[in-house]
């Protein structure tokens, strides 16, 4: 098993080994440096006539410096937001054909033909894109895909045991929270006005997750167990991911979906051996017009997309910032659902949309 190296952002000290992205591989690639987090805080810049006792004999040229390097740094934490929105969007939008073949050829077999073209698109990536194959790279990838499946299934049997109007919101935080906490624990800084963006994202990740209440929400012992798991796992899935080495490429994300494959696949076998031998997803699509099977392809893809650009994210920026932002799929979803299906938002779903925009604008705007 490869040394666990500190996640992506978080600044190394001289006994500490270099920054890795959770959920993949160990080490960052020694010569691409980057700065301590996605959202740091502002070095105090001095004019030229107010620098201290020790900088009087500075030249212009080193004055100028700090001055560049908040430029660079305002660039790259904006480019972190993007990459980290346009995965969430990806992931909305495919969970949201994923969701409408769950209900045409049931969970598991449209989950399975969804992983099936994530893998293609990931494969034709790779091809394009390239990366290294390291112990770190396919460990952290297997882990990452792991978890992931876990939470899957813990997901589905929580939402049979429970009430999806509790645990979904309940489910939602410890997505987002995992990766906060594992990040704050490794001891990653972020200025004040992140902090805020991140408590706005948490807030946003439970209320676009809650439904109408039908009665009275009772909830066993057994769903909150299964519930909490299943956000734990989903939310370990993307700090595995960070420990990625930045040389990987998107091998950690093809390791990881190609995993997931052949374990639902396995699932999915064993499924049907005990339901008596009738095919699993190959039977679901013979009866699937081309516009189901063209809605699978859709699904997959983004799901794809999704990953590559959850991984180039925590490779150049924090994981407690693209852990919350990448948390707010949901908000594509719930639109797409208003949009085609006609669906309505509740108040606390509205209230959660316009969180999470407040919180990406800060989390682009605050130093």
């Known amino acids: ?199 706005l994202a948490l807030a946003s990740a439970v209320l676009v997750s809650t439904s109408r209440r039908e009665g009275s929400a009772r909830v066993s012992r057994q769903a909150w167990i299964v519930g909490i798991g299943s956000g734990i796992a989903f939310g370990l899935s993307t700090v595995a991911l960070s420990f990625a080495p930045g040389s990987a490429g998107l091998v950690p994300a093809f390791v990881e979906i190609g995993i997931g494959l052949l374990l639902l696949l396995a699932l999915g076998m064993w499924r049907s051996r005990s339901a008596g031998g009738r095919p699993f997803v190959l039977g679901r699509l013979r009866s699937a017009g081309p516009r189901w099977i063209a809605g699978s392809m859709v699904a997959g893809v983004l799901l794809g997309v999704g990953d590559a650009l959850l991984l180039v994210a925590l490779y150049s920026g924090n994981l407690a910032v693209v852990g919350v932002l990448v948390a707010l799929y949901p908000v594509a979803t719930i639109l797409l659902s208003i949009a085609v299906l006609g669906e309505r938002l509740t108040l606390p779903q509205s209230i959660g949309v316009g969180t999470a925009l407040a919180s990406s604008a800060l989390f682009a705007l605050g130093k």
């Open 1 to 199: 098993m490869p040394e666990v190296k500190q996640p992506r952002g978080v600044r190394a000290t001289h006994a500490s080994p270099a920054p890795a992205r959770s959920g993949h591989a160990p080490t960052l690639a020694p010569t691409r440096a980057r700065p301590d987090s996605a959202v740091l805080r502002r070095p105090r810049v001095r004019r030229p006539g107010s620098a201290g006792p020790n900088e009087r004999g500075a030249s212009a040229a080193h004055a100028a410096l700090p001055r560049r390097a908040v430029v660079l740094e305002d660039g790259l934490v904006i480019l972190v937001v993007v990459l980290t929105l346009a995965s969430a969007l990806s992931y909305g939008i495919s969970d949201f054909f994923g969701t409408l073949g769950a209900r045409r050829f049931g969970v598991l077999p449209a989950t399975t033909l969804t992983y099936l073209w994530a893998t293609v698109a990931l494969s034709a990536g790779l091809l394009v894109v390239g990366g290294t194959w390291s112990e770190g790279a396919v460990f952290w990838g297997a882990v990452s895909g792991v978890a992931a499946v876990v939470g899957f299934v813990l997901f589905y049997q929580a939402l049979t045991v429970g009430p999806v109007s509790v645990l979904s919101p309940v489910i939602g935080l410890l997505v987002a929270g995992v990766p906060v906490g594992a990040a704050t624990v490794a001891g990653t800084q972020l200025s004040g006005a992140a902090w805020v963006a991140v408590g």
